[in-house]
């Protein structure tokens, strides 16, 4: 793995110790260089304004990379200190995860949208374009980072020097190696108590600017043309409500000017450039953008057809070639949103059209049931990834919705007779599962798992991924004290809550990262939950023949404990066909409690509240289960 790093080997710890302000050293004050970069200076915020002829910045002085990293290994916290340094942003003590623009990734400390900023910087007397992409580091959101890599030339491979590399660092790490990026290693956390930053062999002396700017010239200058006709790829997207589509371009050819024709490669339509600009970090309108730069552009697009992710952009009666673009993101878990009243259908629908602009990966289908109304099937690249993508229905546009069970998609080969030949379905909807009687096979993805772990935890590490039905492939020692797993894993094992018990039963040591690996034979049932003999739709889930009574069991012990007493009693059974195969009941109220029970429901008001049958269930309820269902 380390013989290609060594091509940019010799890097920034320097600039890593100044990471948290801490560290082993003074962090040099804003405005002045420390000893060890005797050339480099940093602009002022007033200089800042005369830069914007983008002209001034020739291909050979311009470095493209992204920022990647394990989770939490500080990739953000990095960005922040480069702009920083750069004088793109004051330095003052608020300066934390400046990227990280969304609520949501406010909120939960992590990101989960890749980031653009343009830096400007002069170093041993020529003034250098530093575009940097700031990626998020959850196996998730890892279609945020392959995207960034197009726009790219190096990577800035970020590892926590306390943990060491880590199972998204050995991906990020293939990613840009097949990407052909040079890789230039950054160790960081080096103030930490158990920080080993020796056991990575690099000189302390390097200076990362220095690194970027001139050591790794010829390998980092974008190969493109100016003077050839506009090629331009949209890596990314984002949604503004009055602008339309602000789409994030990389120029691989000519010029692009506000007020040019452009025509779009997929849709073939025609528009005028109503805008463009760099992203410093904010929207910072340019005349022009050259190729080897990365901006923005803003030219009337106003829905999702129209801005594709991966699409070329070129002058209207100048056609191209157009760019490889990328593989559409490979949804893994499938789950139903509806409306929590249909009264707010068309509501939640634009909300939905607008957030996928913003997040080109998850897939949108309509859907209908006949409990829950009319709503979608939507694709989400993990169970984070869809978490956050409800929660930013929530926090931006003020959404409440039904979630239904994550499921994984299967596949059923219809059993064939004289007449029909092998036919296979893919099955997104649990309630759309074929019955046995009508299947010859049933088919679940698989994944092929990489856990990080030091030795101490293997046999309990072997032990979990046993118990969720997984295979070993391979297992070898990367290092004196730590262990390299890897495990054919069904999908749906792993899906909603493997990587927190990882976590747990390793002490938060372990790390887990994981690839497609095709399908592989199964024995799947469903089951439903039924409340007083009604199903809950919420909850019907396709399960491992083997697993489905513990399953059952749980769900219903689980939705015991969320359900509020009523004036019946409630029987909440877990159901494969016409079989019972596991039960609970929540008692009526007693008597002398009923009056006072009964107040107090009428002081709660009209909480929303589903009804299945004659059971009113509080719509957290079913959340609360979801997300225990397959821990068991
Ligand atoms: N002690 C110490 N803490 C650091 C350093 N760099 C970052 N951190 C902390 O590590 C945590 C994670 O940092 P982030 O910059 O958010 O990490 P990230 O890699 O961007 O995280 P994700 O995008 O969620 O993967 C934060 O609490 C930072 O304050 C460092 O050099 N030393």
Redesign the pocket.
């Given at each position: 793995m380390w013989t290609l790093v060594s091509r940019g080997w010799g890097c920034a710890r320097t600039l890593?110790?100044?990471?948290?302000g801490?560290?082993l050293g003074p962090a040099p004050s804003f405005g002045a260089a420390p000893e060890s970069w005797p050339t480099c200076r940093l602009y002022s915020s007033a200089e800042f304004k005369e830069k914007l002829d983008m002209s001034r910045f020739p291909v050979e002085n311009i470095r493209n990379f992204s920022?990647v990293?394990?989770?939490?290994?500080?990739?953000?916290?990095?960005?922040?200190r480069l702009l920083e340094l750069t004088g793109t942003i004051d330095k003052t003590k608020n300066n934390?995860?400046v990227l990280?623009k969304l609520q949501v990734?406010r909120e939960r400390?992590?990101?989960?949208k890749a980031q653009t900023a343009s830096l400007f910087h002069n170093c041993e007397g020529k003034q250098y374009l530093l575009n940097l992409i700031?990626?998020?580091?959850?196996v998730d959101f890892s279609y945020e980072v392959s995207r960034s890599l197009s726009a790219c030339q190096g990577v800035l491979l970020?590892v926590?020097a306390?943990e060491g590399i880590q199972a998204q660092t050995v991906a990020n790490f293939f990613l840009a190696f097949e990407a052909q990026l040079s890789v230039i290693p950054v160790i960081?956390?080096?103030?930490?108590k158990n920080a080993d930053p020796e056991m990575f062999d690099i000189p302390s002396d390097e200076c990362l600017f220095r690194l970027l700017c001139i050591r790794l010239s010829q390998e980092l200058n974008p190969k493109v043309h100016r003077k050839n006709p506009l090629r331009a790829l949209v890596f990314d997207s984002t949604f503004d409500q009055y602008r339309g589509v602000i789409a994030n371009v990389a120029l691989f050819d000519g010029v692009v000017s506000k007020g040019d024709k452009i025509v779009s490669a997929h849709t073939q339509k025609t528009y005028e450039v109503n805008e463009v600009g760099v992203l410093n970090p904010n929207e910072q309108p340019t005349h022009k953008l050259y190729a080897g730069q990365v901006g923005y552009l803003i030219a009337g697009m106003k829905n999702v057809t129209e801005a594709q992710i991966g699409d070329t952009l070129y002058l209207h009666k100048q056609p191209v070639e157009p760019l490889p673009g990328f593989k559409s993101a490979k949804p893994m878990v499938f789950a139903g949103m509806y409306p929590v009243d249909q009264s707010e259908y068309n509501n939640l629908k634009s909300a939905i059209e607008k957030l996928t602009l913003n997040d080109s990966s998850v897939t949108v289908h309509r859907d209908s049931s006949l409990a829950l109304g009319a709503g979608w099937r939507l694709g989400f690249l993990g169970l984070l990834h869809m978490e956050v993508f409800n929660q930013r229905l929530e926090l931006e546009y003020n959404a409440s919705v039904i979630l239904t069970t994550p499921t994984v998609p299967y596949k059923a080969v219809l059993s064939s007779s004289k007449l029909i030949k092998r036919k296979e379905i893919t099955i997104i909807n649990p309630a759309q599962f074929p019955d046995k009687s009508k299947v010859t096979e049933y088919l679940e993805p698989v994944v092929l798992g990489t856990i990080i772990t030091p030795d101490e935890y293997t046999g309990k590490i072997m032990m979990l991924c046993e118990a969720r039905r997984a295979v070993q492939k391979n297992m070898i020692f990367i290092d004196q004290n730590r262990v390299m797993l890897k495990y054919l894993f069904p999908l749906n094992e792993i899906v909603v809550d493997f990587y927190d018990s990882l976590k747990s039963l390793s002490s938060g040591y372990a790390s887990f990262d994981y690839e497609d690996a095709g399908y592989q034979t199964a024995e799947l049932v469903k089951m439903d939950i039924l409340l007083n003999g009604n199903n809950v739709e919420e909850l019907v889930t396709v399960v491992h023949k083997d697993k489905a009574h513990s399953i059952g069991k749980a769900i219903c012990e689980r939705l015991k404990d969320s359900l509020p007493r009523q004036l019946f009693e409630i029987a909440i059974q877990a159901a494969i066909g016409s079989k019972i195969i596991a039960r609970e009941t929540v008692k009526a109220y007693r008597k002398n409690v009923l009056a006072k029970c009964l107040l107090k429901r009428q002081a709660e008001g009209k909480k929303k509240l589903r009804k299945i049958g004659n059971v009113e269930v509080p719509k957290d309820a079913f959340i609360k289960v979801l997300k225990t269902q397959s821990s068991k």
């Open positions: 890593a110790r100044w990471a948290t801490a560290a920022i990293a394990h989770v939490d290994h500080g990739k953000s916290t990095l960005a922040d934390k995860q990280d990734e400390g992590i990101t989960v700031d990626t998020p580091g959850h970020v926590d306390n960081n956390k080096i103030d930490l």
